[in-house]
């Protein structure tokens, strides 16, 4: 009899234990599933302004889920650099792809016909990781500085504005400005590799309002944009009604294409309109590019036939575009385009064929097809009214919904960043519009107030966030911050020894080869 109750108490005990490690693991488990959901993330934004002024402004939110999706309960902004670059205007900036340690290049070009050169880190700092770091300030507002980052020095290759920079690589930077050239340099140790020369146009009449000097005819490369291949690029130049092919193997011009009279007045150009190209861009998958001008835009193939109008209701001027990748359901969406506006609005287009038209129906019709809108962001609806000069589409890393985890970063000619969380996912070419985005900003004291004619597009997202920088922004880029190891090292401090750091801030042996 002792012997089974023995045999019984140990029975119980065990099952005892075995019922504590189950409640133990799942509580770890829903602890860190809550974790993993309300993990912070922070964003890095710069901003070139009107005052000469490069501002870097960090945002810190915490992404929680519940029942109705994820939310940010808070966003908090702090300064992370601001000074003076460049003797006049900052015109572009441009970011290369992050390195292996963690790091990105920056470069801003200006009117004072100079590029500046910086790494910013990829990574939080450690110190401020840990609470460390915060610089007091008498302004008020929050400063934390990241030591990591540092300036590298300027190009003085240009002999006017600068207009447009691309890391196509982390390897090259090319550059476009007013002197009617193209350069392309070597980030290793910024060699000048090639300089492509644009061919200054004709005087065919001068518009009214032009700027160019007396005897003198409008010059220089607006904009440029390269293929995804690497091979082949797309530049407009001031004072053309046309876009230039570049065959970069070579680096020879590969052909000209004139924009017909049809295609101006499909984007609501006039006969006394410049009729120029201000933006252009490819998507990811090399398969279009959209030029736009003032009040429109157009959509292109890679035989460099018109498909598609971009055209913004109501009508309005054209700041900035982008091509967005989108994953809705697991499956990659390359014809998603954003178009920024000068009354404060990114309106979202679906460039994909319209109503199953294919290229030979495009053909045989003269009329080039409008592409539909299918959302829209910001506006008059949540006090965005002042012209958007640029935009940045981001993701936060980890999410298993890549398109409902999605930010975008916008900064106005007023000296505001917002940043929106907004939902791209495309359903039988229509975007689902945000919940308590549009009905909550347009009802004003038990009464519904008249809307303009472009809140029937769908509003797909929500503000999260504002910040006033206090200088009129031209140009915007941003990207996120990844979280730094405990136990990791500084890849900016110099090696030791038998190593030296090079231009990327990489450790190289001295015996190693170029």
Same mark, same amino acid.
């Given at each position: 009899?002792?012997?089974?109750?023995?045999?019984?108490?140990?029975?119980?005990?065990?099952?005892?234990?075995?019922?504590?490690?189950?409640?133990?693991?799942?509580?770890?488990?829903?602890?860190?599933?809550?974790?993993?959901?309300?993990?912070?993330?922070?964003?890095?934004?710069?901003?070139?302004?009107?005052?000469?002024?490069?501002?870097?402004?960090?945002?810190?939110?915490?992404?929680?889920?519940?029942?109705?999706?994820?939310?940010?309960?808070?966003?908090?902004?702090?300064?992370?650099?601001?000074?003076?670059?460049?003797?006049?205007?900052?015109?572009?900036?441009?970011?290369?792809?992050?390195?292996?340690?963690?790091?990105?290049?920056?470069?801003?070009?200006?009117?004072?016909?100079?590029?500046?050169?910086?790494?910013?880190?990829?990574?939080?700092?450690?110190?401020?990781?840990?609470?460390?770091?915060?610089?007091?300030?008498?302004?008020?507002?929050?400063?934390?500085?990241?030591?990591?980052?540092?300036?590298?020095?300027?190009?003085?290759?240009?002999?006017?504005?600068?207009?447009?920079?691309?890391?196509?690589?982390?390897?090259?930077? +090319?550059?476009?400005?007013?002197?009617?050239?193209?350069?392309?340099?070597?980030?290793?140790?910024?060699?000048?590799?090639?300089?492509?020369?644009?061919?200054?146009?004709?005087?065919?009449?001068?518009?009214?309002?032009?700027?160019?000097?007396?005897?003198?005819?409008?010059?220089?490369?607006?904009?440029?944009?390269?293929?995804?291949?690497?091979?082949?690029?797309?530049?407009?130049?001031?004072?053309?009604?046309?876009?230039?092919?570049?065959?970069?193997?070579?680096?020879?011009?590969?052909?000209?294409?004139?924009?017909?009279?049809?295609?101006?007045?499909?984007?609501?150009?006039?006969?006394?309109?410049?009729?120029?190209?201000?933006?252009?861009?490819?998507? *990811?998958?090399?398969?279009?590019?959209?030029?736009?001008?003032?009040?429109?835009?157009?959509?292109?193939?890679?035989?460099?036939?018109?498909?598609?109008?971009?055209?913004?209701?109501?009508?309005?001027?054209?700041?900035?575009?982008?091509?967005?990748?989108?994953?809705?359901?697991? /499956?990659?969406?390359?014809?998603?385009?954003?178009?920024?506006?000068?009354?404060?609005?990114?309106?979202?287009?679906?460039?994909?064929?319209?109503?199953?038209?294919?290229?030979?129906? +495009?053909?045989?019709?003269?009329?080039?097809?409008?592409?539909?809108?299918?959302?829209?962001?910001?506006?008059?609806? /949540?006090?965005?009214?002042?012209?958007?000069?640029?935009?940045?589409?981001?993701?936060?890393?980890?999410?298993?919904?890549?398109?409902?985890?999605?930010?975008?970063?916008?900064?106005?000619?007023?000296?505001?960043?917002?940043?929106?969380?907004?939902?791209?996912?495309?359903?039988?070419?229509?975007?689902?519009?945000?919940?308590?985005?549009?009905?909550?900003?347009?009802? *004003?004291?038990?009464?519904?107030?008249?809307?303009?004619?472009?809140?029937?597009?769908?509003?797909?997202?929500?503000?999260?966030?504002?910040?006033?920088?206090?200088?009129?922004?031209?140009?915007?880029?941003?990207?996120?911050?990844?979280?730094?190891?405990?136990?990791?090292?500084?890849?900016?401090?110099?090696?030791?020894?038998?190593?030296?750091?090079?231009?990327?801030?990489?450790?190289?042996?001295?015996?190693?080869?170029?």
């Amino acid at each position: 009899m002792m012997g089974k109750r023995k045999r019984a108490e140990n029975e119980v005990d065990h099952d005892l234990k075995n019922a504590t490690e189950n409640v133990t693991n799942g509580s770890r488990a829903l602890k860190k599933t809550k974790t993993a959901l309300q993990r912070p993330f922070t964003l890095q934004i710069i901003t070139g302004t009107y005052e000469r002024i490069l501002h870097g402004v960090t945002a810190t939110a915490v992404c929680a889920e519940g029942d109705e999706g994820s939310t940010f309960s808070e966003i908090e902004f702090a300064d992370s650099f601001l000074f003076h670059a460049h003797g006049s205007s900052v015109r572009c900036l441009a970011l290369s792809p992050p390195s292996a340690h963690g790091k990105v290049t920056l470069a801003s070009g200006g009117s004072d016909q100079s590029i500046n050169l910086y790494h910013l880190s990829a990574r939080k700092s450690v110190k401020n990781s840990r609470n460390i770091g915060s610089v007091p300030s008498l302004s008020g507002r929050k400063v934390v500085e990241n030591p990591k980052n540092r300036e590298l020095g300027s190009l003085q290759h240009h002999a006017a504005n600068v207009n447009a920079l691309r890391f196509p690589t982390r390897s090259k930077l +090319l550059s476009a400005a007013d002197d009617n050239t193209i350069a392309i340099a070597r980030t290793r140790d910024w060699t000048i590799l090639s300089t492509i020369k644009v061919p200054i146009p004709k005087a065919q009449g001068r518009p009214s309002g032009d700027t160019a000097p007396p005897g003198g005819t409008p010059s220089g490369v607006v904009d440029f944009a390269i293929h995804p291949s690497m091979k082949l690029m797309i530049s407009l130049t001031r004072g053309e009604r046309c876009m230039r092919l570049w065959n970069l193997v070579t680096g020879r011009k590969a052909g000209v294409l004139n924009f017909e009279k049809t295609l101006l007045q499909a984007v609501g150009e006039s006969r006394w309109s410049r009729g120029e190209g201000f933006r252009v861009e490819w998507n *990811s998958a090399g398969e279009e590019f959209v030029i736009s001008f003032e009040k429109g835009a157009v959509v292109f193939g890679l035989d460099s036939k018109p498909k598609g109008v971009i055209k913004t209701t109501p009508l309005s001027k054209i700041h900035q575009i982008h091509y967005l990748d989108t994953k809705p359901k697991g /499956h990659l969406h390359t014809n998603l385009l954003a178009v920024s506006t000068e009354d404060g609005r990114i309106v979202f287009f679906n460039t994909a064929p319209i109503n199953g038209n294919t290229t030979e129906s +495009l053909e045989q019709s003269s009329d080039i097809p409008l592409c539909p809108a299918v959302g829209q962001l910001g506006g008059h609806a /949540h006090d965005s009214k002042n012209r958007l000069k640029d935009f940045e589409y981001l993701t936060v890393e980890g999410d298993e919904d890549f398109s409902r985890r999605s930010l975008m970063v916008t900064g106005s000619s007023d000296g505001s960043i917002r940043v929106w969380m907004v939902d791209l996912s495309i359903d039988s070419g229509h975007m689902h519009p945000m919940e308590n985005s549009l009905d909550d900003a347009c009802v *004003s004291n038990g009464q519904k107030k008249e809307l303009p004619a472009s809140n029937a597009i769908p509003q797909v997202g929500r503000l999260v966030g504002k910040y006033e920088t206090g200088n009129r922004i031209i140009c915007l880029k941003a990207y996120v911050i990844a979280e730094a190891a405990d136990g990791e090292e500084d890849p900016h401090q110099p090696a030791d020894g038998n190593g030296n750091v090079n231009g990327d801030g990489e450790a190289t042996s001295d015996d190693s080869s170029a």
